[in-house]
Structure formats: C-alpha cells, structure tokens
C-alpha cells in the first residue's frame, strides 16, 4: 500500500481507502486504549481556551473602562471650561466699587451706567457668538464703548479678544 520510491504522487484512491476504511478500523481497535487519552486532551485543551478567554476578556474590559473614565475626565474638563467661559465674571474692576475714582473717566461712566443698547440691541442678553458678527460694521469709538462696557460687565474672552483684532 505504501508508494514505491519512483512514484511521485501518491494514489487518490488509496488516500481515500487509508481516510475512510483503516483509519477507522486502527481507531476501533485502539479506540478502548486511547479514548481516555483522547478525553483527557481534549478537557485540557478546552479548560486552557477558556483560561485564555478569560484572561483576553478581562485585560480588554479593563482597557475599556481605562478608555471611558479618561474619555469621562476630559469631557468634564471641557464642560467646566466651557461653563466658566460663558459665565459672567464676578470680579469687577476696583474702580466701579468706588463712586468718585479718580482712574475713570467721564464716558466710562456714562457707558457702564446706561450700558451699549444703543449700539447693539439687548446687548446683554446676547450670547457671545451673537455679538461677535455685529462688531464689525462699528467705528473704532463705538468699539472702545463696547470695550469697557464688556470688561466692567461680564468680561467674555472671546467678544474682547475680537474688538481687539477688529481695532488692529
């Protein structure tokens, strides 16, 4: 049954006469000698995949949560960021807390006093991304006004830092 050494292939048929008859043939007459064997291989290989899936579930579970509490943590700061950009400032410059400062002068006060809705409408009422596109069309005077209403007001970053890229 063996192939001869000039052979170079060998025979499908016997190929499939080795698969399909006298494998099963060798395995009935060893099958009482190495079932037991077979099962004990068989229950080791299968307790170590679960170890393995266990310990692969486990370890990228923990990266998962690792991700979601650093993904957590920077949404937070960002929320924070952004709850204090768009809260009005609480400090007020020294010279409003005083009546008679010397430091101010006549317009500041007029326009802190009686405020810019002249210029922009409900201006306090205004979010900063609404203010910003009507700055533009205003005179360098009216800009200044705008200025030092916001800086005694609620002092927004983004509103002064555009009356100053408008002004240069």
Known sequence: MTPSGNDSAVNPVEQLLDLFLYAPIGLLSKGSEA????VKRGRTQASNARVIGQFALGASNAKARKSLSDAEAHLQQFLKIVSESAR???TKPESSTFSGSPT??????VSVDHGVDDLIEAYDSLTATQILPLLAPLDPEQLDRIETYEQSQRARKTVLN???QLRS
Do not use: I, V
């Open 35 to 38: 079932l037991p064997e077979l």
């Open 88 to 90: 009005p400032s609480s």
């Open 104 to 109: 101010k002068n006549a317009t500041d006060a």
């Open 162 to 164: 555009r009356l100053r």
